[in-house]
């Protein structure tokens, strides 16, 4: 008990926490307790720090109304603007009207993010949610634009990977370089690989959530767990000659990490995930 409030405690003063540390810390916290146990406890604690913008970004984390969760994160974007709260509350956001196919209310959000937050950590995050909101919209050319522009400034993992993947499909090349030779894949990688070409191969482990014969089940899951702020793709292949539809996360160039990043799914979600090979 007094664990988890000592927890809680130092989340509430965590103001100098990088946004993407805040939900890291949250998912680890509701592993290892329920949500009637933080809530609980969190109004234990919250009296104690009445003008932190942090006990509403943990009761919107835990929410489980979709809608109510939207709303307690605007409220925290109109109270505390410049807070790193407010960064990660406005990709949540922009993630709600996203799986609510307000696509372009999302991208709005995302645009209005990188405006104003242009330093920080989750700047690349959003610039691979604005290239997928043009996706979603049918601008092609929006959206390799946008991957395009992402490539160049060199950003972090995994979304250098992703944005790779993503673009190597609007450019029919197969992201899947054992689907085709090395030599078609060099001839058509400097369209839209800037830099090292190392990069692409380097990432070979990715973790498999699910295997689906029906694309539109794949498209709901990939829709699901991207509410949650994860990155996922689809790739599509052809097993005894039927087509299946796999839904992956991340992209490593380490097992270990994609296996930790398994388990976690695993224990969070219930889902029988496992570590594949690119």
Request: aromatic share 12%.
């Amino acid at each position: 008990m007094w664990k988890l409030i000592f927890q809680i405690a130092l989340f509430f003063c965590a103001s100098a926490l990088l946004g993407q540390d805040l939900e890291g810390r949250l998912v680890n916290w509701l592993a290892d307790n329920s949500r009637e146990q933080v809530l609980e406890r969190l109004a234990e604690v919250e009296n104690q720090y009445p003008d932190s913008p942090a006990p509403i970004f943990l009761s919107a984390f835990v929410e489980t109304d979709a809608r109510r969760a939207n709303e307690l994160y605007q409220q925290i974007v109109e109270k505390y603007p410049n807070s790193v709260y407010a960064e990660s509350a406005m990709i949540k956001i922009g993630q709600f009207f996203f799986m609510t196919d307000s696509y372009q209310l999302a991208h709005q959000w995302f645009n209005d993010f990188l405006r104003r937050f242009p330093k920080s950590e989750l700047v690349s995050k959003v610039q691979y949610l604005c290239a997928i909101c043009s996706l979603a919209e049918k601008d092609r050319s929006k959206a390799e634009k946008e991957f395009k522009a992402l490539l160049k400034q060199r950003p972090a993992e995994p979304y250098f990977a992703l944005a790779q993947q993503e673009l190597a499909a609007l450019s029919g090349i197969p992201t899947d370089i054992t689907s085709a030779t090395k030599s078609d894949f060099e001839q058509n990688q400097s369209d839209y690989l800037p830099g090292d070409r190392s990069v692409a191969t380097s990432e070979q482990y990715a973790v498999q959530v699910g295997a689906f014969s029906n694309q539109s089940n794949a498209i709901r899951l990939k829709e699901a767990l991207f509410k949650e702020g994860y990155s996922v793709v689809i790739e599509s292949k052809f097993i005894e000659g039927k087509k299946i539809y796999l839904v992956q996360i991340g992209s490593f160039a380490n097992r270990n990490d994609a296996r930790q990043l398994a388990e976690q799914i695993n224990q969070r979600y219930a889902i029988n995930c496992h570590v594949v090979n690119k």
